[in-house]
């Protein structure tokens, strides 16, 4: 069992930045692929960001150029940093873990719910316009 938490949602006005961070519990948190989702109030979980184990991000195409994903396999967290917020961006943002280790190929892979074994309970950010 991984356990992943998030961490530093909040309200935030528009054009402002927010970053959010998710601990992974294990020893192989460096093998795990993880990823970021989003659910806005009326809409299904979308995909936002996912990150090999190498630390390569890849973004959807709403978040490109204003999230950043990173890593760090010593402190088994991930950072989401979103600037240039807007109101269409407040949803409640989910934290998940890839933990089966396999070979990440593409960024285009890893952008749906069930390539994922273990989510966070998320975190609530609100951008006001």
């Known amino acids: 069992q991984v356990h992943v938490v998030e961490s530093g949602g909040g309200s935030v006005q528009a054009g402002g930045s927010r970053n959010l961070s998710c601990v992974a519990s294990?020893?192989?948190?460096?093998?795990?692929?993880m990823g970021w989702f989003r659910r806005a109030p009326g809409k299904e979980r979308e995909f936002v960001a996912v990150?090999?184990?190498?630390?390569?991000?890849y973004y959807a195409d709403s978040v490109q150029g204003r999230f950043t994903f990173s890593r760090d396999n010593a402190k088994n967290t991930v950072y989401l940093q979103m600037t240039s917020l807007k109101p269409e961006d407040s949803a409640v943002y989910y934290c998940?873990?890839?933990?089966?280790?396999?070979?990440?190929?593409?960024?285009?892979?890893?952008?749906?719910?069930?390539?994922?074994?273990?989510w966070g309970q998320g975190t609530q950010v609100t951008v006001s316009s």
């Open positions: 294990g020893r192989d948190f460096s093998t795990y692929v």
């Open positions: 990150i090999s184990q190498r630390g390569t991000p």
């Open positions: 998940a873990a890839d933990v089966s280790g396999g070979t990440f190929y593409s960024g285009q892979y890893y952008r749906k719910e069930n390539d994922y074994d273990f």
